[in-house]
Nanobody, 124 residues
Framework: QVQLVESGGGLVQAGGSLRLSCAAS????????MGWFRQAPGKEREFVAA????????YYADSVKGRFAISRDNAKNTVYLRMNSLKPEDTAVYSC?????????????????WGQGTQVTVSS
């Protein structure tokens, strides 16, 4: 069982930056691939980024490539999402998720554990 708690969301102007954190419980954090997903009002949840347990494999959605960076600190059981050059269309609830099979996939069905989410609002 893994419990995930996100933090770092907030209100930012377009062009600004935020760093989200996701703290995980448990002693086997390195075995889990981690993903970030987001859901805007009235829209389906969508993949943002994923990272393998070792950090050696990283994937991004095309919409955030070059602006967002996912990373992890396994000593702290934490995964991060650095978001730069934010746009109003990035406004959403951002959730982190854990996959015990370390697949680092964009398919949300592969993730068994989810955090509660943190709101990111980008004003124009």
């Amino acid at each position: 069982q893994v419990q995930l708690v996100e933090s770092g969301g907030g209100l930012v102007q377009a062009g600004g930056s935020l760093r989200l954190s996701c703290a995980a419980s448990g002693r086997t954090f390195t075995n889990y691939a981690m993903g970030w997903f987001r859901q805007a009002p009235g829209k389906e949840r969508e993949f943002v980024a994923a990272i393998s347990g070792s950090g050696g494999s990283i994937y991004y959605a095309d919409s955030v490539k070059g602006r967002f960076a996912i990373s992890r600190d396994n000593a702290k059981n934490t995964v991060y999402l650095r978001m730069n050059s934010l746009k109003p269309e990035d406004t959403a609830v951002y959730s982190c998720a854990a996959d015990r099979w370390n697949r680092a996939t964009m398919n949300e069905r592969m993730y068994a554990y989810w955090g509660q989410g943190t709101q990111v609002t980008v004003s124009s």
